[in-house]
């Protein structure tokens, strides 16, 4: 055996499953077209957002690279939804597309254990539906006792402009030909699937004083709970703001017909909520303009592609070259721009994401893991995370470990493989607070609390860092219990304090934790009764849990609830056909994903609850035979 | 299985006792809750129980109370059973106490499912377990499909359609939060939300409690002096239609001793017992009696005497019944008309119970009177099972928690926690809960993108 684990891809999510592979003491390799375009971003130039930004905290929190790999890169960050609530805050940073792949290469070549290797894969080794290894493009074998693929959106790649088909990736790379055929032959459904990205333009021909400024938070924030911050917050690099106008909407629907989707050139199924700036015309024909952002892409001036390049967020589209040329031109500031880098759409072939295990291993083919792109999702972070646990989980499966599965109610990366491996997809698949049910629970102060622990267990969370951590536990209990403890009263200095703070006084004595659940108080105001010398994060945390109490103790009664059914385990060699009296819709649906418990059987659409119980009761039946 | 299930377990409307059923570990506190007699929570297994139950400080009836604790019980958790007396409303009554008090309504089949899933009932009997597990879950899921009205299928959906809106446009705002031309749902916009849908589900409550009696039986006193032929109409009634009369003595409330079906409508005969012991209510229980009998009666039907002047008492029974439904049935109309009723007295039906004469004209009348037809032809919406007001209430309550949220100034996300609580209750209420469905409408309205 030439390793333990084979990585295809050195994406995002192939960057997470070598490092998880190689630091659980696997013999790892990385399998990648180009050690240069190892962790590239050959999107958006920015990692997280809502839910997106969450998951990157509880890939670090398991202990993945992503969020300690973007604060490296961090050239401008901010806190979303600040208003709107403890459960929807999430992280977003400008992220340096020339320092982010850098850094990710070095982790990688720094790590022990594992290699790299410049090469496509073109076919696997497979022994008795057992992964064996991989088969590369020159016929050489390589063998292994798992394989991941992270393949991105390499397989049977297509650029398209207008009516221009051609082969190949992100960057005019060389695509993988013949290994999504393999895949079908050996089983597996095959999806073709497409996504687009936006021109790029030379930032010295545009004029910044047509455009609004847009600027960083004024706090510093990073990703990882280690809180190494390498950015100057008062020194962020500002994106900018601009909107089309109607010439721009003009030009867009005299040349429809000639961009690849509109003209009929597109066979794969593109994201609902990514629309190119054609689909966001027509089917938003009332709109007068759309907002577009200049984001810059690198600050490292002499990086030849990304150097002096602007993305221009919003305006995704699959026009010919010249049509982008007067789209361009009709924008406010880029009159005189000049395009570095066309706007464009990619196809490419995904696997059924029904055809996985919760473990992210694939039901074909044992041993064989897939993560990313090719399950059908878009997006680093939902790449990463899953990278992350396909990685772990090749790893614990070739040491005879069980699996780990996060339930929807301790992670996004949860929600995301449970609703992949339970619902399938049909167009890319992007991760949405609103997809997560308990996303109270699921929120960005919290994710150490929520894994921290597996992170330990599994072994990439190391000692020092756990300790740290249980120690932030512990201060938050402490200071919980002193402000349960410590009671005001209404006397005269009190209700003067608390008439400055703006709220209503007291009539009787109360807890601080009670006072702090009104919600014009702030615990920082509790300063006078009570010492809250603790970090920043010990406080956040105590805050929202004692002001959402009531809500939070519903959303994990609720949870609670579906764990339950969760722990019903339905056994693999279930043979839907000998349950009598299932709908004919649940039994289809209940045979192709084949969940793994009764909680899992629940989320499938087209189950109903009448479908369940009597799952259940032939599951009570038949297995207590035996 | 952590929850506490109810039912009625006899069939409704068809025996003299009903038997409201729990399962659950609740079971035991939340009948005690709602119970006037000993501390249930205190006394042994397997006792029979006397005493009342109680709707807040209103007694609903008189009960026997069983208590089983687990695990030797059919379901192998806590049981309560309350033998109350038959009648719809009673039974109903308690029923949705229970559920006030924090039960959930059983879905069919579900204490045998519960029987099964605990282990109690063994292999032998687990295929009939099945049959039946899946005759009542079919009849549910053909139910869920076929009998709800299109009318308030319809109205519920307008109210969830409102409320999904706004829940899509705010989940735009949390997933999108740079949007500038998506417009950002203010309190203002929620609260004008909150306070139509609270109108909305709370006067479709109330009408819907006034249509229940309609639906599920009209309450009706018969009245009249001795020997004048109530016992003999209330026979003609049912015996054509084979309804089953029960006599019960000595409760409280609104009890149904009677059900007689006319043409699918139920009439609940109310205290009958004056017409069967003594064949006269007036003097059985006194006028005082019988005029809080009449007040709380849908219908009151007077027997009068064709062959007799008025006498005081008729004259006393008309004056106190002139506001309410009512039919004057003149019977006797086979002997000599000596009767003078005054000339302004509507709704006058003859009879003679010897030569069977008048009866369909009573049932006519009856008909006309409530506009049964109308109910018939579901011109009407509203809800039209204790399931689904149970479920209604749950709503407006869910809306109330969202308004509360609201005036405390909590952020929206927590708002929008009650607001989809509501949602899916609604939608439970009509069987449409599908969690993709705000989030397709959030892609279909709003231009969002790369």
Do not use: W
């Amino acid at each position: 055996m030439d390793y333990d684990i084979i990585v295809v891809g050195g994406g995002h999510a192939g960057c997470e499953a070598a490092l998880a592979s190689a630091r659980l003491n696997n013999k790892t390799l990385l399998i990648t077209g180009n050690i240069n375009n190892i962790a590239d971003m050959p999107c958006n130039p920015s990692i997280g957002g809502p839910a997106k930004g969450i998951v990157v905290r509880e890939i670090d929190a398991l202990g993945g690279e992503m969020a300690k790999n973007a604060d490296k890169a961090c050239i401008q960050i901010k806190m979303l939804n600040t208003k709107k609530g403890p459960a929807v805050q999430a992280l977003r940073a400008q992220a340096d597309k020339n320092i982010y792949p850098k850094e990710m290469l070095k982790t990688l070549k720094d790590t022990e254990n594992l290699e790299i290797k410049e090469s496509l894969v073109e076919d696997l080794i497979v022994n008795d539906n057992k992964i064996g290894g991989v088969v590369l493009e020159d016929g050489n074998k390589i063998t292994s006792k798992a394989v991941i693929l992270t393949t991105g959106t390499y397989l049977k790649a297509d650029i398209l402009t207008g009516s221009n088909r051609t082969p190949g990736g992100p960057h005019g790379e060389r695509r993988s030909n013949s290994l999504s055929d393999k895949l079908k032959e050996y089983g597996f459904t095959i999806l073709r699937l497409k996504t687009g990205t936006p021109q790029r333009v030379d930032k010295n021909t545009i004029d910044f004083t047509k455009t609004s400024v847009e600027e960083g938070d004024k706090e510093e924030y990073t990703f990882s709970f280690s809180n190494k911050v390498y950015y100057d917050v008062n020194n962020q690099t500002p994106c900018h703001l601009i909107y089309t106008n109607e010439k721009t909407h003009e030009i867009i629907k005299e040349h429809l017909n000639e961009s690849s989707m509109y003209g009929g050139y597109v066979t794969g199924v593109g994201p609902r909520y990514c629309p190119s700036i054609e689909d966001k015309v027509v089917r938003f024909s009332d709109k007068e303009r759309h907002q577009l952002f200049l984001e810059p892409e690198s600050l490292v001036e002499d990086d030849p592609e990304y150097g002096n390049s602007i993305y221009i967020q919003g305006f995704s589209t699959s026009m010919p070259y010249e049509v982008q040329e007067e789209m361009v031109h009709s924008l406010p500031g880029l009159e005189n721009a000049k395009i570095l880098k066309y706007a464009y759409a990619i196809e490419y072939d995904a696997i059924d994401s029904l055809q996985l295990n919760q473990s992210l291993e694939t039901k074909v083919i044992e041993n064989l893991f897939t993560a990313g792109q090719i399950n059908g999702t878009s997006g680093y972070e939902e790449a990463a995370g899953q990278g992350l646990i396909a990685g772990i989980n090749a790893s614990r499966k070739i040491n005879n470990q069980e699996p780990l599965v996060l339930k929807r109610n301790e992670a996004y990366i949860g929600v995301l493989i449970d609703d992949l491996v339970t619902k399938g997809i049909k167009d890319p698949y992007r991760l949405l607070t609103s997809r997560a049910e308990y996303r109270l629970l699921l929120r960005n102060d919290n994710a150490d609390i929520r894994l921290k622990d597996y992170g330990h267990e599994i072994g990439l969370i190391n000692d020092e860092d756990y300790s740290k951590y249980k120690e932030k536990i512990n201060n938050i209990e402490k200071l919980t219990n002193e402000l349960k403890e410590v009671r005001i009263t209404p006397k005269k200095d009190v209700l003067e304090y608390l008439d400055k703070l703006g709220t209503t006084p007291l009539k009787e004595g109360i807890s601080l934790y009670e006072l702090l659940k009104r919600p014009e108080i702030k615990i920082k105001d509790l300063k006078e009764y009570i010492n809250l010398d603790y970090d920043k994060e010990v406080l956040e945390e105590i805050e929202i849990e004692c002001k959402y109490e009531g809500y939070i103790k519903k959303a994990t009664k609720e949870a609670e609830k579906m764990l339950s059914l969760e722990e019903k385990q339905i056994p693999k060699d279930i043979d839907y056909n000998k349950v009598s009296n299932l709908a004919s819709e649940a039994r289809e649906k209940l045979i192709k994903v084949m969940p793994t418990t009764l909680g899992q059987a629940s989320r499938i659409s087209g189950v109903n609850p009448a479908d369940i119980s009597i799952l259940m009761v032939y599951l009570r039946r038949k297995y207590n035979e035996q | 299985m952590n929850d506490t299930i109810v039912a009625i377990s006899t069939a409704l409307g068809v025996g003299a006792i009903s038997i409201v059923r729990l399962s659950g570990k609740d079971a035991i506190s939340i009948v005690n809750n709602c119970f006037n007699g000993k501390d249930l929570t205190k006394v042994k297994t397997h006792t029979i129980n006397y005493g009342f139950i109680k709707d807040n400080d209103e007694v609903i009836d008189e009960v026997l109370v069983s208590i089983m604790r687990a695990p030797k019980t059919y379901t192998t958790e806590d049981i309560v059973e309350i033998n109350c007396h038959g009648g719809i409303i009673a039974t109903n009554r308690i029923l949705e106490t229970m559920l006030n008090n924090g039960a959930r309504l059983a879905e069919p089949g579900e204490f045998t499912k519960r029987a099964f899933l605990n282990g109690r009932i063994n292999l032998v009997e687990s295929e009939s377990v099945m049959d039946l597990i899946e005759s009542k879950t079919n009849d549910a899921r053909r139910l869920a499909i076929s009998t709800i009205q299109g009318n308030i299928t319809k109205l519920i959906r307008e109210y969830r359609s409102t409320l999904k809106d706004l829940l899509s446009q705010i989940e735009v705002n949390i997933d999108y939060p740079e949007y500038y031309d998506i417009e950002v749902v203010t309190k203002d916009n929620i609260k004008n939300s909150i306070e139509v849908l609270k109108k909305d589900l709370d006067k479709l409550i109330k009408e819907s409690n006034n249509v229940m009696p309609m639906k599920q039986g009209i309450k009706t006193v018969i009245l009249g002096k001795p020997n004048v032929g109530k016992s003999s109409i209330l026979n003609k009634l049912l015996n054509e239609d084979k309804a089953i009369v029960t006599n019960i003595a000595g409760t409280t409330r609104d009890i149904v001793e009677g059900e007689i079906n006319l043409d699918g409508i139920l009439m609940n005969i109310i205290d009958t017992a004056g017409i069967r012991s003594t064949n006269d209510v007036v003097e059985s229980i006194g006028v005082e009696k019988s005029l809080s009998l009449i007040k709380d009666a849908d219908l009151v039907i007077v027997v009068l005497n064709n062959n007799e002047k008025l006498s005081k008492d008729d004259k006393e029974i008309l004056e106190k019944t002139k506001n309410k439904e009512r039919i004057i049935v003149i019977n006797k109309v086979d002997l000599d008309s000596k009767i003078d009723l005054p000339k302004d007295i509507e709704n006058v039906v003859y009879t003679s119970t010897i030569k069977e004469e008048g009866i369909n004209e009573l049932k006519d009348k009856i008909k006309e009177l409530f506009n049964i037809e109308k109910i018939k032809s579901k011109d009407y919406t509203y809800l039209s099972n204790t399931r689904q007001i149970s479920l209604a209430k749950k709503a407006l309550k869910e809306i109330k928690q969202a308004e509360t949220a609201l005036n405390k100034n909590m952020p929206v996300d927590i708002i929008e926690i009650d607001l989809n609580e509501c949602f899916n209750t609604l939608g439970e209420i009509i069987g449409e809960t599908y969690s993709e469905e705000i989030i397709d409408n959030l892609f279909k309205n709003f231009c969002v993108g790369k």
